[in-house]
């Protein structure tokens, strides 16, 4: 991808997460589970060109588009990030994110590792989270229980978890998955924690300050 120029996110716009994960550590559902619990926090509709899963919804869980439609939006640079993944391709459209983030949202986005070291290249302000699954066979055992893949695609799948791993400690912050309870919470924290970091804080609280340090 060509390099972009990195611009810094000012304290009036939304807070910018990235969430990646080897594939069955359970981040979907984490995801969801927070956005759930935080309407504050909207959530990044990337398009791809794999195959609609039963149960998605275009425009909602992806913009489904074909390989000539992705590779067009390439040429014209409306990807903040892509990545391939096997034979698809995955990206994040940039104005819909700048949208959202000017209009003072905070976003979140499900993507994968290439896809985090893109974005936080373009936005140094970025927070990243990696979920971690709690063993390999557990992230296995999660993978087989869709039941919606064949034994290639997860032995497919679970080399290409085990390379997501390895990059683990590119990330901000790590949340184990142990417990779904417990990780949820760790990702609430971290986006609280973020909201209320002193830049922020002093924009939103600039007159309660300053009514005070006049005094
Ligand atoms: P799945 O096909 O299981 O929905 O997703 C496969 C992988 O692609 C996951 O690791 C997911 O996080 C990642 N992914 C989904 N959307 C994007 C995107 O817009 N950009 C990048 N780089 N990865 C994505």
Redesign the pocket.
């Known amino acids: 991808m060509p390099a972009a120029p990195a611009f810094p996110l000012t304290a009036s716009q939304g807070l910018l997460f990235v ?5 069955g550590a359970g ?2 559902s984490l995801v969801a589970a927070l956005l759930k619990r935080d309407p504050a926090l909207s959530l ?1 509709v ?3 060109t ?1 195959a609609r ?1 039963s149960g998605e919804i275009d425009g909602k ?2 913009h489904f588009v074909d390989h000539q439609r992705f590779e067009q939006m390439i040429a014209e640079g409306a ?1 903040i ?3 391939r ?1 096997f034979d ?1 391709a ?3 459209a940039e104005s819909s994110l700048r949208e959202t983030l000017d209009g003072g949202q905070d976003l979140l ?4 590792w ?3 070291r ?1 974005v936080r290249e373009r936005f140094p302000q970025a927070v990243s989270i990696f979920i971690v699954p709690p063993s390999l066979s557990a992230l296995e055992e999660r993978l087989r229980g869709r039941g919606q893949d064949s034994d290639e695609v997860i032995g497919e799948r679970m080399a290409k978890a085990c390379h ?1 791993l390895s990059h683990w400690d590119e990330y901000d912050y790590l949340v184990v998955n142990d417990r779904f309870e417990q990780a949820l919470g760790d990702l609430g924290a971290i986006v609280k924690a973020e909201r209320l970091r002193r830049p922020r804080q002093a924009a939103r609280e600039q007159d309660r300050l300053r009514s005070m340090l006049d005094a």
């Open positions: 969430v990646s994960a080897p594939s981040k979907t990044s990337s398009y791809t794999r899963r869980h992806y990807f990030e892509y990545a993944v698809n995955y990206g994040t986005l499900e993507i994968d290439q896809g985090a893109q997501e």
